[in-house]
């Protein structure tokens, strides 16, 4: 049974800075794309990053990108998104979760999820 943990949310000042981690478990993820996405109040779910398990090449949405690293830890099988420069509007429930798609950005595309982490940037 394929689990996603996320933990490492939390409240941060805007300009501040977060490291989420992703731990999975329960199958052989080396042919999975991971990603990290989120759902602020009131809109949909969107795509923060991606990154392809084996090879690690990476993809992240504009809005993140130069601000947000993820990365993964293949011994302990545990992906980050290292947050920086944090903006009020980053404020979302993200959620870790794998697939064996390729390349998506389509948050229906990934199979499993976890059950998400609260970030609350304040201004």
């Known amino acids: 049974q394929v689990q996603l943990v996320e933990a490492g949310g939390g409240l941060v000042q805007a300009g501040g800075s977060l490291r989420l981690s992703c731990s999975a478990s329960?199958?052989?993820?080396?042919?999975?794309?991971m990603c990290w996405l989120r759902q602020a109040p009131g809109k949909e779910r969107e795509f923060v990053a991606r990154m392809r398990w084996l090879g690690g090449s990476t993809y992240y949405a504009d809005s993140v990108k130069g601000r947000f690293t993820i990365s993964r830890d293949g011994a302990k099988t545990t992906v980050y998104l290292q947050m920086n420069s944090l903006k009020p509007e980053d404020t979302a429930v993200y959620y870790c979760?794998?697939?064996?798609?390729?390349?998506?950005?389509?948050?229906?595309?990934?199979?499993?999820w976890g059950q998400g982490t609260q970030v609350t940037v304040s201004s």
């Open positions: 979760a794998a697939g064996g798609v390729v390349r998506s950005v389509v948050p229906d595309q990934y199979a499993y």
């Open positions: 329960g199958r052989t993820f080396s042919s999975y794309t």
